[in-house]
């Protein structure tokens, strides 16, 4: 399963993307930036050091420390960002290492 959670299989997408965001209703995560990773992911890494310097709060969550996390979102590929206003709601998502330019995009969007 880590495999297939490592491979990055789904392609960025935001609102009107066309593909679902991950549930995150009913879990306890804060607002701003979550970020499903694994320990062992090169391009997780990657994605983390692109959120460096962004305004919102950020929360990582691993799947080797938080398996349940991820699988109560039914998150099946890391690295994956979701970027949530200040009132909960998912204003953006990216599978893979987002890049800089769109990840600021989505946390001025969400009012940051």
């Known amino acids: 399963m880590l495999v297939a959670l490592a491979v990055g299989r789904w392609r960025s997408r935001s609102v009107g993307g066309g593909h679902p965001f991950v549930d995150l209703s009913g879990l306890d995560l804060p607002n701003g930036i979550v970020i499903f990773t694994s320990t062992d992911c090169a391009k997780c890494k990657d994605a983390v050091a692109v959120l460096k310097g962004i305004s919102a709060p950020v929360r990582e969550?691993?799947?080797?420390?938080?398996?349940?996390?991820?699988?109560?979102?039914?998150v099946e590929s890391v690295p994956l960002t979701v970027v949530r206003d200040k009132d909960g709601s998912t204003v953006a998502q990216f599978t893979g290492v987002p890049s800089s330019v769109r990840l600021r995009r989505a946390v001025k969007r969400a009012g940051w």
């Not at 969550?61 to 039914?74: F, I, M, N």
């Open 61 to 74: 969550v691993a799947w080797e420390l938080e398996p349940g996390v991820q699988q109560q979102a039914s």
